[in-house]
């Protein structure tokens, strides 16, 4: 019997990096508002989902805490919360909460999930955030909820997909000004400054299926020409 080789740390670090970045990756594109604290609720990332609840640039969230931007409403969730993470206990919290965008009050619940990191005994807190649509949620514009024209349904799955300008020119038949101009013009119809808050914004909104990948555009009702 052969013996087993062990990977060399060189090779186990390169793995370890290529996972890393297809984790960051998945976590930037996944529709779902996310973010990762530590133990304290010090934000240490979060993604175009969540900082969207606030009209923001994801990197704007990053050091800054979870109960600076989130009121909980509460208590028995909180205190059920604290004692999880004194006792370490490992299972999901949901927690109801309240914040506010540019003097609009909305509420929702995030739900906090203590999860190990190899590198670090203090376990981090991946936290999910949902809005409840009923609470002061400006009605996405009309244009938005009218669908995608067709052109529209071809370029943005492969946005959201993470295909570069010049590879989506090739795929729909356009230059990479012409798909530039669509991009621009669905941000500025959904309200979003960029591409990954695009992404974020078009699964919310139903444009994109939720469970698909590749990315496909959804079915919608009629279409924009």
Known sequence: MEPVTQPSRHAQDEAAAAWRSRFVSLFDRAPVALA??????????????????????????????????????????LRRLDEALRSRRR???????????????????????????PQDDVPRLLVSLTEE??????????????????????ILPLV??????????????????????????????????????LIARAYVLGLLEPAAWPPRAAPAGPERP
């Open 160 to 197: 959201a997909a993470g295909a570069s300008g010049s590879a989506i020119a090739r795929e729909v038949g356009l230059t990479v000004d012409g798909v530039n101009y669509h991009v621009t013009r669905l941000c500025r119809r959904l309200g979003v400054p960029n591409r990954p808050a």
């Open 133 to 154: 649509t009923d609470a002061g949620r400006p009605e996405p514009p009309q244009d938005a909820a009218g669908g995608l024209s067709p052109q529209e349904a071809r």
């Open 36 to 77: 990762i604290s530590d133990a304290h609720g010090l934000i240490l990332g979060a993604n175009p989902a969540f900082a969207s609840a606030w009209q923001l640039q994801p990197g704007k969230l990053e050091g800054r805490r979870l109960l600076d931007l989130l009121t909980p409403t509460n208590d028995r969730q």
């Open 91 to 117: 299972s999901r919290y949901p927690v109801e909460v309240t914040w506010q965008v540019r003097g609009t009050a909305r509420q929702g619940q995030v739900t906090v999930e203590p999860v190990s990191d």
